[in-house]
């Protein structure tokens, strides 16, 4: 009997460690903070017919809202229910992206949050994506319902209640972690409503979890939840197949808590792949490109079939998480589409991608000021995801490397992306300001004649087309539209603003338009 048990547990932890992608699909793409409706979308637009397997998307459920610092991104990170609204959007919203997507053929992963609740300091309201009441201080959570008794601070030994020494494993699992509310995993009744959250988008037709924290959890308890779950809906998934399920672990070496004791329940993200890359990219530490013929596990990489892999991920690409300096990402624009379509080239791990938001960055005393200094700023997606043009940027020039990573792309990419415009007022400013410069320097280049043919082509066209009268027409109505459009969105911005001023704004916005014209 005992044996019997212990091949069913087996069978389970190996079945999910596969990520059910389709047709041949290799890779999955984090949209970070993307709305639903804007997911369903790409997948049918971009990710199904590009070959991307899977989307990472952020957690759906009731979270916490923020006033300081306003809508911090990390607010999806602090639950305050189960129930599927979030400001990406409502369960009607989220149960159609999810079909959708899995009608193209590209599978949801969900990031779900399971450690904990919301921070002790969120306060007592309804100021929750759902709007639901809540109150941090009682440690009352009614929507679940939670109490008081569903959590860990009769565990924690250290006198704060918070994680005062990561090299003791007791405090990192049993005590809170930046003053969130730590659940107690290791009670049935926790563990009960942890599943019914789980199996709720798990019949709602996803493909598995990337579980938050988990060196924060027990693995015990971790194992427990995972046996309650269903297996995926037959709908698009066949019989039996289990959830997949990669957890957040953060090891780099010399942990207290190592990874390996998680990769019997699932893949874990393998941190030290990205910190790795990125120093060989850098040309750090005498690192280079061609010492990495025994990529992965021969770099002291966990096994190929435990690892789910990235170049940088959400933490990270904002200066904070694991990986330090080394890490590239969107930032480091070169390096990043280097770094990207060598991962994606490589047959190690599960890969992940990571698409999320571009924002104007300016540092004053060693700080980052942005409504400060660009009081419109504001977020767009930068598409990282569209690896076919990230491939072509990185490896265009090396002709030995793209005819063998031509072949690997092909399998996984098969299809080319088309050009995006970039109608951002500064790049249209730029433009129309330095116009007969940038004519000087595309004639140059195909002057000179120390530059390749396409190159030399493509700097003659661009040339050509600074000059045509129909761009230079445009070009003049978009310099003299696009400051009425920034100052209009920021008007609009203003907390509280009433009807009458906006009427009054987007009148005034007419009228300036008509006298252009």
């Not at 952020?58 to 911090?72: C, E, F, Q």
């Not at 005062?164 to 990192?172: A, C, H, I, L, T």
């Not at 540092?363 to 990282?384: L, M, S, T």
């Not at 092909?410 to 500064?426: E, G, I, K, M, Q």
Request: charged letters at 25%; proline letters at 3%.
């Amino acid at each position: 009997m005992k044996w019997l048990i212990f091949v069913a547990l087996f069978g389970l932890s190996v079945a999910q460690h596969n990520p059910h992608l389709k047709h041949g699909r290799t890779s999955i793409v984090h949209l970070f903070e993307w709305r639903w409706a804007d997911i369903a979308e790409e997948c049918e637009r971009f990710l199904g017919p590009n070959g991307f397997g899977g989307v990472q998307i952020s957690p759906p459920n009731d979270h916490i809202v923020l006033d300081t610092p306003w809508r911090a991104w990390y607010q999806r990170y602090q639950p305050i229910g189960y129930d599927l609204c979030s400001r990406s959007g409502n369960e009607a919203e989220l149960r159609d992206m999810i079909t959708r997507c899995n009608n193209v053929g590209v599978n949801i992963y969900v990031d779900v949050v399971i450690n904990h609740m919301c921070g002790s300091g969120g306060g007592e309201g309804t100021h929750s994506s759902c709007g639901t009441w809540f109150s941090a201080t009682k440690k009352d959570f009614p929507s679940v319902p939670y109490s008081g008794w569903d959590f860990n601070d009769h565990k924690c030994k250290t006198s704060s209640g918070e994680i005062e020494n990561y090299g003791d494993p007791y405090q990192v699992r049993d005590c809170r972690l930046v003053g969130l509310l730590d659940l107690a995993l290791e009670k049935d009744y926790v563990r009960s409503k942890v599943a019914g959250f789980l199996n709720k988008l798990i019949d709602l037709g996803v493909a598995g979890f990337r579980v938050d924290a988990v060196k924060h959890m027990w693995p015990g308890d971790l194992q427990n939840v995972y046996g309650r779950l269903n297996d995926l809906n037959t709908e698009w998934f066949s019989e039996g197949s289990r959830p997949f399920i990669f957890q957040e672990v953060i090891d780099l070496g010399g942990e207290s808590i190592s990874h390996r004791e998680y990769t019997s329940l699932g893949r874990v993200t393998e941190f030290k792949y990205g910190a790795k890359l990125g120093t060989v990219m850098r040309k750090w530490n005498g690192e280079k490109l061609h010492y990495t013929k025994s990529w992965g596990e021969g770099w002291g990489f966990m096994p190929n079939g435990d690892a789910l892999v990235f170049v940088d991920n959400h933490d990270n690409q904002r200066g904070h998480g694991a990986g330090g300096a080394s890490i590239v990402s969107f930032w480091d624009s070169r390096l990043h589409k280097m770094a990207v379509g060598y991962m994606l080239a490589h047959p190690y791990g599960v890969t992940r991608v990571m698409s999320s938001f571009r924002w104007d960055r300016h540092f004053v005393n060693g700080k980052r000021k942005i409504k400060d200094v660009y009081p419109n700023a504001h977020y767009i997606h930068c598409y990282a995801h569209q690896l076919n043009l990230i491939m072509q940027q990185a490896i265009s020039h090396i002709s030995k490397r793209t005819a063998v990573l031509d072949k690997t792309v092909a399998r996984r990419l098969p299809t080319s992306s088309n050009v995006r415009w970039n109608f951002h007022s500064r790049a249209i400013n730029t433009v129309f300001e330095q116009r007969d410069d940038l004519i000087q320097c595309f004639e140059n280049i195909r002057d000179s004649g120390d530059f390749d043919s396409n190159t030399i082509r493509e700097a003659g066209a661009m040339a050509m087309l600074l000059e045509h009268q129909d761009f230079k027409f445009f070009l003049e109505l978009f310099h003299h539209i696009m400051p009425l459009v920034d100052l209009l969105y920021a008007k609009l911005q203003k907390k509280n603003i009433d009807a009458v001023h906006i009427k009054r704004s987007i009148q005034q916005f007419e009228q300036d338009i008509q006298n252009i014209r």
